[in-house]
């Protein structure tokens, strides 16, 4: 059973870059559709970006194109989020989570999740 981690959140002012981390353990990313999802208070989780490991094909939500980058680093064996312009509404609990379905964005088809990482942007 693969285990996730993330890392990275934090508070930061508007227009900042963070960079937040998904650590697998217990398995690999093999096979694997990668996806970062996020969830507003009071909100539901809602999708950001994803990545297929073996390809490394991405596709991000609209909201986040061109600030966002997602991206793989296999000798780490970990999926990084990389955003950029940060905006308050950006503000979150990041997580990270892996599907066995490819290209899909929808969180019920993700079966693991990591614990989740705060971020929060100031204005």
């Known amino acids: 059973q693969v285990q996730l981690v993330e890392s990275g959140g934090g508070s930061v002012q508007t227009g900042s870059s963070l960079k937040l981390s998904c650590a697998a353990s217990?398995?690999?990313?093999?096979?694997?559709?990668i996806g970062w999802f996020r969830q507003r208070p009071g909100k539901e989780r809602d999708f950001v970006a994803r990545?297929?490991?073996?390809?490394?094909?991405?596709y991000l939500t609209d909201s986040v194109k061109g600030r966002f980058t997602i991206s793989r680093d296999n000798a780490d064996n970990t999926v990084s989020l990389q955003m950029n312009s940060l905006k308050p509404e950006d503000t979150a609990v990041y997580y990270c989570?892996?599907?066995?379905?490819?290209?899909?964005?929808?969180?019920?088809?993700?079966?693991?999740w990591g614990q989740g990482t705060q971020v929060t942007v100031s204005s």
């Open positions: 989570a892996v599907s066995r379905v490819t290209w899909t964005s929808d969180p019920r088809f993700f079966n693991y």
């Open positions: 217990g398995g690999t990313f093999s096979n694997y559709n």
């Open positions: 990545i297929f490991w073996d390809s490394g094909s991405t």
